[in-house]
């Protein structure tokens, strides 16, 4: 599965849910509880105006980093092999420029197709679809309102919050 090779994180996806007061984000924690068997630290609540709530957004520090050395590696072997059958076609469809500098052109394909698959493990590293679920809970939390974050390890779990939550009448943003 590509999501085991290039992430080192044990749960893709993150929901989130604001709440006007504590009862209800307690309640949504009850019923999320009930819906699926969430482990310990898969379910986290941020309090209005509270400081340090990254840690509840991000829980797996560690498989960040292992996130970023796989994706770097597996994205850039990816875009080194690309490069050498870019080359490979190129060269065999009888290309002059290729045939006349074949060490240099194949220099060239390769280290920027390599270049290529690094950046977008980067891009990969970098989870831009996790802004929209922080960008959501800071908003909240300057607002003065309770969020409910779930960090589903599965479909099955991700399915489950995503009912339990609308059952909640919950204003929800979740990650690709």
């Given at each position: 599965m590509i999501g085991q090779a290039l992430f080192g994180e044990r749960a893709l996806s993150k929901i989130s849910a604001a709440f006007?007061?504590?009862?209800?984000?307690?309640?949504?924690?009850?019923?999320?509880?009930?819906?699926a068997d969430f482990g310990s630290g898969q379910l986290q609540m941020v309090a209005p105006f509270?400081?340090?709530?990254?840690?509840?957004?991000?829980?797996?520090?560690?498989?960040?980093?292992?996130?970023?050395?796989?994706?770097h590696l597996v994205l850039?072997?990816?875009?080194?092999?690309?490069?050498?059958?870019?080359?490979?076609?190129?060269?065999?469809t009888g290309m002059a420029i290729i045939r006349s500098s074949m060490v240099g052109s194949a220099v060239a394909i390769i280290f920027l197709m390599t270049v290529a698959g690094l950046l977008l493990g980067g891009l990969v590293m970098a989870r831009p679809d996790h802004q929209m679920v922080i960008q959501q809970?800071?908003?909240a939390?300057?607002?003065?309102?309770?969020?409910?974050?779930?960090?589903?390890?599965?479909?099955?779990?991700?399915?489950?919050?995503?009912?339990?939550l609308k059952l909640q009448h919950?204003?929800?943003?979740?990650?690709?």
């Open positions: 006007d007061t504590q009862q209800e984000a307690e309640s949504a924690l009850k019923s999320l509880q009930a819906a509270e400081k340090d709530y990254g840690r509840k957004l991000e829980p797996e520090s560690q498989g960040v980093a292992r996130t970023g050395v796989k994706s850039g072997i990816a875009g080194f092999v690309l490069g050498v059958l870019v080359w490979v076609v190129l060269y065999a809970v800071r908003a939390t300057e607002a003065g309102k309770w969020s409910v974050v779930v960090h589903p390890l599965s479909p099955a779990q991700h399915d489950a919050a995503t009912a339990a919950a204003e929800t943003t979740e990650t690709l």
